[in-house]
């Protein structure tokens, strides 16, 4: 005896993907995978604040010999003579922190960063005057005014400033935690959220 109510609900494989992203997101304790190009001064202070956060970091330089003798258990570092070509390789949902010792590098670095549709931060420092001429470039190269909106520069909170190196990777790292536990927790309130639920259901 009794009866049995069933709901039937369908998903498209784009709406499944980010229930299971977002569902991943909110129970994982693994660290968040960050690319950091770069090791000078700054990247280097970075490296060092990100030691004990959780984030798994690559870092990528192509200068021989830039990188110190001892680093971070959770750092990776690679010699890479075209870091540009490092950015096809980044896992989906990857964090990616631009502060080369070149311009013209870090131009190309975004320009293929936000080219991708799956990267979850794309972070490049400098002022906003640097951003202004990147946007500038970046439109001439074709890229779209939804794409060029991912670009996060300046980066690190505005609160939080300074020209030392240790303050600089200071308001990074604080900027990066917030944005992770913030798509750690985030649960939207509209249709993600209802669809969730039903797909708990089945």
Same mark, same amino acid.
């Given at each position: 005896?009794?009866?049995?109510?069933?709901?039937? /609900?369908?998903?498209?494989?784009?709406?499944?993907?980010?229930?299971? !992203?977002?569902?991943?997101?909110?129970?994982?304790?693994?660290?968040?995978?960050?690319?950091?190009?770069?090791?000078?001064?700054?990247?280097?202070?970075?490296?060092?604040?990100? !030691?004990?956060?959780?984030?798994?970091?690559?870092?990528?330089?192509?200068?021989?010999?830039?990188?110190?003798? !001892?680093?971070?258990?959770?750092?990776?570092?690679?010699?890479?003579?075209?870091?540009?070509?490092?950015?096809?390789?980044?896992?989906?949902?990857?964090?990616?922190?631009?502060?080369?010792?070149?311009? !013209?590098?870090?131009?190309?670095?975004?320009?293929?960063?936000?080219?991708?549709?799956?990267?979850?931060?794309?972070?490049?420092?400098?002022?906003?005057?640097?951003?202004?001429?990147?946007?500038?470039?970046?439109?001439?190269?074709?890229?779209?005014?939804?794409?060029? /909106?991912?670009?996060?520069c300046p980066i690190g909170l505005p609160a939080l400033y300074g020209k030392d190196p240790a303050v600089i990777a200071a308001s990074i790292?604080?900027?990066?935690?917030?944005?992770?536990?913030?798509?750690?927790?985030?649960?939207?309130?509209g249709s993600i959220e209802r669809q969730e639920k039903r797909l708990a259901m089945i």
């Amino acid at each position: 005896g009794g009866s049995v109510e069933i709901e039937i /609900s369908v998903f498209s494989k784009e709406m499944s993907d980010e229930i299971a !992203a977002r569902r991943a997101a909110l129970h994982s304790d693994r660290p968040t995978q960050l690319a950091l190009f770069g090791a000078g001064h700054v990247g280097r202070a970075v490296v060092i604040a990100l !030691a004990t956060l959780p984030f798994q970091v690559t870092w990528i330089d192509e200068r021989e010999g830039i990188f110190p003798d !001892a680093i971070p258990r959770n750092v990776t570092a690679l010699h890479v003579e075209d870091p540009v070509k490092m950015i096809a390789a980044l896992p989906q949902r990857s964090y990616c922190l631009i502060m080369t010792h070149s311009h !013209a590098l870090d131009l190309a670095l975004v320009d293929a960063a936000l080219r991708r549709d799956d990267l979850k931060y794309i972070g490049l420092i400098g002022s906003s005057t640097k951003r202004a001429r990147f946007l500038s470039r970046l439109r001439q190269s074709g890229l779209s005014s939804s794409a060029l /909106s991912h670009l996060i520069c300046p980066i690190g909170l505005p609160a939080l400033y300074g020209k030392d190196p240790a303050v600089i990777a200071a308001s990074i790292a604080a900027d990066l935690l917030i944005r992770r536990q913030t798509m750690q927790t985030h649960l939207d309130h509209g249709s993600i959220e209802r669809q969730e639920k039903r797909l708990a259901m089945i």
